[in-house]
Nanobody, 124 residues
Framework: QVQLVESGGGLVQAGGSLRLSCAAS????????MGWFRQAPGKERAIVAA????????YYADSVKGRFTISRDNVKNTVSLQMNSLKPEDTAVYYC?????????????????WGQGTQVTVSS
């Protein structure tokens, strides 16, 4: 079992930045693929960014490319999402997720463990 705890959400004006962090409870964190997803009201949960076990391969949704950066620290058992140039359409609950398969995973069904979510609100 892996427990994930997100932090760093909040309210920010358009054009601003936020950094989300996710702390994992398990020492085998370094073997897991990690991802950030988001879900806006009335919409399905969607991938934002993903990273493989080593941090050497990353994936970004087209809507966030060039603005968001995913990274991980396998010593501290954390994964982060740096979000710059935020837009009102980035408003959503953001979830951290972990997949036992360490290769890059982009679909929600591929992730076994989820955090509780953190709200990000971008005002115009």
């Amino acid at each position: 079992q892996v427990q994930l705890v997100e932090s760093g959400g909040g309210l920010v004006q358009a054009g601003g930045s936020l950094r989300l962090s996710c702390a994992a409870s398990r020492s085998t964190f370094s073997t897991y693929a990690m991802g950030w997803f988001r879900q806006a009201p009335g919409k399905e949960r969607a991938i934002v960014a993903a990273i493989n076990w080593s941090g050497g391969i990353t994936y970004y949704a087209d809507s966030v490319k060039g603005r968001f950066t995913i990274s991980r620290d396998n010593v501290k058992n954390t994964v982060s999402l740096q979000m710059n140039s935020l837009k009102p359409e980035d408003t959503a609950v953001y979830y951290c997720a972990a997949a036992r398969r360490g290769g890059l995973q982009t679909r929600p069904a591929e992730y076994e463990y989820w955090g509780q979510g953190t709200q990000v609100t971008v005002s115009s």
